[in-house]
């Protein structure tokens, strides 16, 4: 098997991120340094990573986590900030998140070993929706709305047609939810501020059919085997 491909079973990272694994030096065979990533891996080989053994995780672990806002979604910040591994620090596996949500962002998090789970769920061919709660200051009108359901450009591209609902207003702020199909970066607050409008508020609610409920903030769960099946087809 394929180096990467050998290293995302192993749990570390997605394939395409495990890449960077053997491009930077860090992966060894047999005691011998490997570089090229056709490199392949045959049963029995002795592989390290930064020098401690990695083998095959044979089942999959998959978590739902309430992500609270001032957390970091990478394994270690530059700046010192808290990271989504300190709420799952009793975890035994190397869990690690699919896709981002910015430090300011909560909500809906999935962490898990399954990095084909996480190259399918983060793939912009797969178009996965992801639905999120959003507050903004103020109120907003349909023109503007309609304006960012057909797409604006960001960074010279244009964002795919999105749906957007107002589920409550008042004269101080404007509740919407927002399903979008891509996950571009701040993708959401950069959209509002298009038209204006500061995000004050912003949670992730689901991922297609996958909704966050009874968890409070900071709390995480196992994602049940109907749920992870769910997500492997959705
Ligand atoms: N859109 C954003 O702006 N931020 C997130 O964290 C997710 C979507």
């Known amino acids: 098997m394929r180096i990467n491909k050998y290293l995302a079973e192993c749990g570390l990272s997605s394939r395409r991120k495990c890449e960077a694994y053997v491009t930077e030096g860090r992966v060894k065979i ?3 340094l490997v570089t090229s990533l056709s490199t392949e891996v045959h049963d029995g080989d002795f592989v390290t990573v930064d020098g401690e053994r990695v083998k095959p995780i044979k089942k999959h672990v998959y978590i739902m986590l309430n992500k609270p806002k001032g957390y970091v979604c990478t394994a270690s910040d530059d700046l010192g900030r808290k990271t989504v591994m300190d709420l799952i620090k009793d975890r035994p596996e190397r869990l690690f998140p699919i896709g981002r949500l910015d430090y300011d962002t909560e909500g ?17 061919r797969n178009e996965i929706p992801k639905t999120y709660s959003v507050r903004i200051e103020g109120g907003v009108s349909e023109e503007d709305l309609d304006t960012l359901r057909g797409g604006i450009v960001l960074d010279g591209v244009k964002t795919k047609k999105c749906r957007i609902k107002v ?31 500061h995000v004050a508020f912003l949670k992730r609610v689901a991922i297609g059919e996958l909704k966050l409920h009874g968890l409070n903030r900071g709390e995480y769960r196992e994602l049940n085997e109907s749920e992870v099946n769910y997500l492997k087809n959705v």
């Not at 701040?186 to 038209?195: A, C, K, L, S, Y």
């Open 108 to 124: 809906l998090l999935i962490l898990t070993t399954d990095g084909d789970l996480s190259n399918r769920l983060t793939h912009p």
């Open 167 to 197: 589920t409550e207003a008042t004269s101080e702020a404007t509740k919407l939810e927002v399903t979008i199909t891509e996950g571009r970066n701040r993708q959401v607050r950069r959209m509002f501020e298009h038209i204006n409008k």
């Open 30 to 32: 047999g005691g011998k």
